[in-house]
């Protein structure tokens, strides 16, 4: 049974740092390309970035591009979000899902497991 827990996130001032982990478990990790998604209050839920299995591959989406890096550590099994200059319109809860493939996507429909997601809040 795959689990995905995601820990890290809090609230930070506009312009602060923070970093989330996704550890999993449940099934070989390294084969399996990860993503980030958030969903803020009345919104739908949209894709942040992505990582391929190896790490050699990642997608972000434009309004984090040059601020947020994911990166993973195939020896703890976990996938990492490094967020920096967070504005106040990234406050969101964070998933982050294990794809059923190895090439990372932003669809969601493309993440077979979902972790429970963490709580971030910018304020301004």
């Known amino acids: 049974q795959v689990q995905l827990v995601e820990s890290g996130g809090g609230l930070v001032q506009a312009g602060g740092s923070l970093r989330l982990s996704c550890a999993a478990s449940?099934?070989?990790?390294?084969?399996?390309?990860m993503g980030w998604f958030r969903q803020a209050p009345g919104k739908e839920r949209e894709f942040v970035a992505s990582i391929s299995w190896n790490g050699g591959l990642a997608y972000y989406a434009d309004s984090v591009k040059g601020r947020f890096t994911i990166s993973r550590d195939v020896a703890k099994n976990t996938v990492y979000l490094q967020m920096s200059s967070l504005k106040p319109e990234d406050t969101a809860v964070y998933s982050c899902?294990?794809?059923?493939?190895?090439?990372?996507?932003?669809?969601?429909?493309?993440?077979?497991?979902w972790g429970q997601g963490t709580q971030v809040t910018v304020s301004s």
């Open positions: 449940g099934r070989t990790f390294s084969i399996y390309a």
């Open positions: 899902g294990e794809s059923g493939g190895s090439i990372p996507t932003m669809s969601e429909y493309d993440y077979e497991h």
